[in-house]
Nanobody, 113 residues
């Protein structure tokens, strides 16, 4: 079982990034998936959730209207489109299978001029 995030990097305030999380070793299409982020010295916080079919989503208030979570079950991949990025979005971003408690290795997002 593996979750592999990619797409992080350095971006200027107001910019955009799309994170990807590829899933291996489990029946991806049957599971709700989460995106979390973690600030230094803090516990991970939930950013977004998407149901197994993609029909239902949830967003933290801090990212609502700026971030969009989607998935492609044919590619076993979940995405996080992040627009209008702010310096306070700087964190390590993780994807998560909550039912199985699987976590990826994380990808660093840094928003700075």
């Amino acid at each position: 079982v593996q979750l592999v995030e990619s797409g992080g990097g350095l971006v200027q305030p107001g910019g955009s990034l799309r994170l990807s999380c590829a899933a291996y070793g489990f029946t991806f299409s049957t599971y709700t998936m989460n995106w979390y982020r973690q600030f230094p010295g803090k516990e991970p916080e939930l950013v977004a959730t998407i149901s197994s079919t993609g029909a239902n989503t949830y967003y933290a208030d801090s990212v609502k209207g700026r971030f969009t979570v989607t998935r492609d079950n044919a590619k076993n991949t979940v995405y996080l489109q992040m627009n209008s990025l702010k310096p306070e979005d700087t964190a390590v971003y993780y994807c998560n299978n909550p039912r199985r408690n699987y976590w990826g290795q994380g990808t660093q997002v840094t928003v700075s001029s």
